[in-house]
């Protein structure tokens, strides 16, 4: 190896540069569907492991969006203001009912969360609705 390959894949390592997502507003979105409905099943099992990681990857990219997104063409505020009006506190509440093995308290906190997101969809006329898995199963 060269010095000056060393000296290029050093640089790349220690950048300070701060990494932004390669993910559309939509890319981003999809994935919170997709682990949305997987936080939900892992909710119903009471899988507390996947439960945890669900929830906070899902917020993980809920932050990531609020950095990212402070304009989109469907959106009248940024993100972030939609994130913790709406978002936020649920998600705290859902981590926390997880934490503490509170299962039907978990569940109520998800589809409360998961009817804030279709609330958003509806205020910005965005023809997408989240489902929330666990209707039907153990609580109304």
């Not at 000296?7 to 569907?33: G, N």
């Not at 969006?65 to 998600?91: G, I, N, Q």
Request: net charge positive; charged share 30%; aromatic share 10%.
């Amino acid at each position: 190896m060269t010095v000056s390959t060393i000296v290029f894949f050093s640089a790349c390592l220690f950048s300070t540069d701060k990494q932004k997502s390669m993910k559309d507003y939509d890319q981003h979105m999809l994935d919170i569907k997709i682990y949305h409905e997987n936080l939900g099943d892992a909710l119903l099992s009471k899988n507390k492991s996947e439960a945890t990681w669900f929830v906070n990857d899902m917020d993980s990219i809920f932050r990531i969006m609020s950095t990212e997104f402070t304009s989109h063409r469907k959106l009248k505020k940024p993100f972030k203001y939609h994130y913790e009006k709406r978002l936020a506190p649920y998600m705290k509440d859902l981590k926390s009912a997880i934490e503490r093995n509170e299962w039907m308290g978990s569940l109520e906190t998800y589809s409360i969360l998961t009817r804030q997101c279709n609330g958003c969809h509806i205020d910005h006329q965005v023809d997408k609705k989240i489902k929330d898995v666990t209707i039907g199963t153990v609580h109304p």
